[in-house]
């Protein structure tokens, strides 16, 4: 991975696509003053053209110069990628593509999406432009969000105001805790432990924490373990013994980033968004499942069958918990998906069933049945339907 890394540094580093820009823009200016020069003036036309051909060159000759750098280090890039990760034949030369099946107004859609969620605010109205596809035209009030999100956000990792942040999360204080986020606190304890480290007169500020924490960390009772800790650390310092109170002091920028996210988190779920771009989470779970699918692929091809079930992966993939959305539940009866038709049921003895799998157990004449895990019996009416 080093040399990948290594040649991916170079790149960023040394191509400038901005130069390019920049360069590129200056030529269109020259030939855009031209043309209002020959518009005003069209007996001066020769002299303006030849001014054009001394200088035109010269700036095309240097645009090219700037593009050779970004393409000799893509090129690069490339060959450390192919050397690292030799592509398979079954990714290069897919029967099936996909993307052939879907709308390509979809796929813009998403990416002009992701650049808003990523706060690309100004390449995404130019991606909007260029291709024609109108990103936001189901929720408009969608960008302005996203501009506050960043506002706050920015605010938090450039100028380490957390201000921002709180004002937002006290206003919205009633949904947080209805979904119970930690938020407000998390917020809270970040400044304590910031203005603990650096004050805000330059220098450790620490009669400046303890009177925060004695006003904004107070409230808090709920997280009475956490502000133990806190001062503890702050009465034992750097003796304090780590294995009673962990590290909350410990690594205050990397703590920034940590709550900034969680900020960010919060922020999306109250608009129904995840914190993430959906773009990226398809683009990384389709990444983490590719191994597997072509390892199935080929097992597949070993034993001439088919992949038969549509809409549905033929091995399980198994992702990370934050990328898990939906909760399911498989009945371990009939090792079936309950759904909407066919819910999840509790027996009185805890377990749980899905409906058609409850109504097939034998019972007697007054509905009593026996659980198929347990000896426990139960009365069909006394099952109740599970809601995740
Ligand atoms: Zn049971």
């Not at 304090?240 to 909350?248: K, L, N, V």
């Not at 999306?268 to 995840?274: F, T």
């Amino acid at each position: 991975m080093d040399s990948i890394q290594a040649e991916l540094d170079k790149l960023t580093g040394k191509s400038n696509l901005s130069k390019v820009a920049t360069d590129i823009d200056a030529c269109i200016k020259q030939l855009e003053a031209a043309r209002n020069s020959i518009m005003q003036d069209p007996s001066q036309h020769l002299a303006t053209m030849e001014c054009l051909t001394r200088t035109i060159p010269t700036q095309l000759e240097k645009i090219n110069t700037d593009h050779r750098e970004i393409y000799t280090g893509m090129n690069r890039f490339d060959k450390a990628l192919n050397k690292k990760f030799k592509l398979s034949a079954s990714i290069t030369k897919t029967d099936y593509d996909v993307f052939r099946q879907i709308d390509t107004k979809l796929i813009d859609k998403a990416i002009g999406m992701h650049l808003i969620r990523e706060g690309e605010f100004e390449v995404a109205e130019t991606f909007e432009k260029e291709t024609g596809v109108s990103i936001l035209d189901i929720n408009s009030d969608l960008k302005e969000g996203f501009v506050e999100m960043y506002k706050i956000v920015s605010a938090m990792r450039l100028l380490r105001d957390i201000g921002p942040a709180i004002q937002w999360a006290e206003a919205h204080a009633t949904e947080l805790e209805q979904r119970g986020s930690t938020l407000l606190f998390q917020l809270h304890k970040l400044q304590f432990i910031w203005l603990f480290a650096n004050g805000t007169k330059g220098g450790p500020g620490k009669l400046e924490a303890l009177q925060y924490a004695r006003t904004h960390l107070s409230p808090f009772m709920q997280h009475l373990k956490e502000i133990s800790q806190l001062m503890c650390g702050y009465a034992f310092g750097e003796n304090m013994p780590r294995e009673f109170f962990g590290a909350p002091f410990e690594d205050p920028e990397k703590q920034w980033d940590d709550v900034a996210y969680v900020f960010m988190g919060e922020f999306c779920s109250l608009r129904g968004l995840s914190a993430d771009s959906p773009l990226y989470i398809a683009a990384t779970a389709g990444a983490i499942a590719l191994p597997t699918l072509l390892k199935m692929k080929s097992i597949m091809k070993d034993k001439k069958t088919e992949w038969s079930s549509s809409h549905e992966v033929p091995v399980e993939v198994p992702l990370p918990p934050t990328y898990r959305f939906h909760p399911i539940f498989v009945c371990p009866v009939s090792k079936e998906q309950t759904d909407e038709k066919n819910p999840p049921m509790l027996l009185t003895c805890g377990h749980v069933i899905a409906m058609e799998s409850l109504h097939k157990l034998p019972k007697n004449e007054h509905g009593l049945l026996k659980c198929p895990y347990c000896p426990k019996s139960c009365l069909i009416h006394h099952a109740k339907r599970v809601y995740f």
